[in-house]
């Protein structure tokens, strides 16, 4: 079993829809979950970081980790062609001056259309 | 220039060249990694240096060789590179090891 699964896609949506992006995971040692966002040509930025379970809002974002179930979920309210991107889930068991590294998932290509 | 950048943003080089990838961060971070995105597969961890020191090698083959002069810059010198090498190459850096990191846009190599 994969560390990390996350389905490809690609996902197409019309503009205004919601979008629902997942991962999940399989070593419970995980405590940190990340989104990034990849444009095409373009390196990964930041989107979401969040710690341990519950949710997180950030505008039209929303990320959610259910340890429980080790899956985690990345929402996009009201999508825009703008949101049209690769999404890439990423998750360690520590932050910040530990020896932990950071595990991808394949990523999710998602297309917005106008 | 802000962030991570990457020169050359493009390379195309023969299985017997020898040529090198360079990173700069402008953000004052003391950790940079050099990771490699192949499509269809998530993204590889292939070293890590903090304060200039090499703290992982991801068991990455002899062909790539990293070096980092000091914490604003970090070298991919690569040889005898072979097809399936081709890829994404992405730098980032961090304030400290394993914090949040801030990728470049990367260099898109062709191995012919």
């Known amino acids: 079993q994969k560390e990390v699964e996350q389905d490809p896609g690609p996902l197409s949506v019309p503009e205004g829809a919601i979008v629902s992006l997942n991962c999940t995971y399989s070593n419970s040692a995980f405590q940190y979950f990340m989104w990034y966002r990849q444009y095409s040509r373009k390196g990964p930025e930041l989107l979401m970081y969040t710690y341990s379970s519950g949710n997180k809002e950030d505008g039209r974002f929303t990320a959610q980790v259910d340890k429980s179930s080790k899956y985690i979920s990345l929402f996009i309210r009201d999508s825009q062609p703008s949101d049209s991107a690769t999404y890439l889930c990423a998750m360690s068991e520590g932050s910040g001056g530990s020896n932990y590294k950071l595990t991808f998932g394949k990523g999710t290509l998602l297309t917005v259309n106008p | 220039e802000t962030g991570v950048t990457q020169t050359p943003r493009h390379l195309v080089m023969g299985m017997t060249n020898k040529k090198s990838l360079k990173c700069e961060q402008h953000l004052g971070h003391n950790a940079m990694y050099w990771y490699k995105q192949s499509a269809k597969k998530p993204l590889e961890l292939m070293f890590v240096?903090?304060?200039?020191?090499?703290?992982e090698n991801n068991s990455v083959p002899s062909r790539f060789s990293p070096e980092c002069p000091n914490s604003s810059h970090l070298f991919l010198h690569l040889h005898t590179l072979q097809p399936e090498d081709s890829a994404l190459y992405l730098c980032?850096?961090?304030?400290?090891?394993?914090?949040?990191?801030?990728f470049g846009p990367g260099t898109r190599l062709l191995v012919l």
């Open positions: 240096y903090n304060f200039k020191e090499q703290t």
């Open positions: 980032a850096s961090s304030q400290e090891r394993w914090g949040t990191q801030y």
